[in-house]
């Protein structure tokens, strides 16, 4: 059975060992927000990560724009 609700994007920024700052995406599919926002605690590869979360659209793509 397929996953049922919306796509959401989480985007982590955290410290890794080395006390570097680090960077992650992540899609995660949830039917709400506020669930979407305690699945991204659970996919978090840091204890202290700041994230943030938006619904993902069909005209959204990463990577830099070029003219």
Do not use: C, N
């Amino acid at each position: 059975m397929a996953a049922e609700g919306k796509t959401w994007i989480a985007h982590y920024v955290f410290a890794s060992a080395d006390s570097e700052m680090r960077s992650a995406i992540q899609s995660i599919v949830d039917s709400t927000y506020e669930k979407t926002i305690e699945a991204t605690a659970k996919l978090a590869a840091s204890e202290k990560f700041k994230v943030f979360i938006h619904e993902k659209r069909e005209d959204q793509f990463f990577g830099p724009v070029r003219d």
